[in-house]
Nanobody, 124 residues
Framework: QVQLVESGGGLVQAGGSLRLSCVVS????????MGWFRQAPGKEREIVSA????????YYADSVKGRFTISRDNAKNTVYLQMNSLKPEDTAVYYC?????????????????WGQGTQVTVSS
């Protein structure tokens, strides 16, 4: 059974930082591209960042470039999202997702496994 378990969300003031983690089990992590998505109330789920199998290729949404960093540790089956200089508009539920596709893909339809989500709230 594939499981993705996110952690690290919480409440932070604008300008602060959080690091999200996602531990993956039940699939070959080193052959899984990973993505972080977010969904705010009343809005569609959107890609935040993604990373290829090897970690050599990454993608960032324009809204988070220069502030967020995605990384992975294949020995720990874990993907991270370091979020700095947080803004109130970053408030959302953050989901990690996995896919066997390379790339990494940047649309949610290309991901086949999802975590339960972790809430990130940024106060002004």
């Amino acid at each position: 059974q594939v499981q993705l378990v996110e952690s690290g969300g919480g409440l932070v003031q604008a300008g602060g930082s959080l690091r999200l983690s996602c531990v993956v089990s039940g699939r070959t992590f080193s052959r899984s591209a990973m993505g972080w998505f977010r969904q705010a109330p009343g809005k569609e789920r959107e890609i935040v960042s993604a990373i290829s199998w090897s970690g050599r290729t990454t993608y960032y949404a324009d809204s988070v470039k220069g502030r967020f960093t995605i990384s992975r540790d294949n020995a720990k089956n874990t993907v991270y999202l370091q979020m700095n200089s947080l803004k109130p508009e970053d408030t959302a539920v953050y989901y990690c997702a996995a896919t066997g596709l390379s790339g990494p893909p940047i649309t949610h339809r290309e991901y086949d496994s999802w975590g339960q989500g972790t809430q990130v709230t940024v106060s002004s």
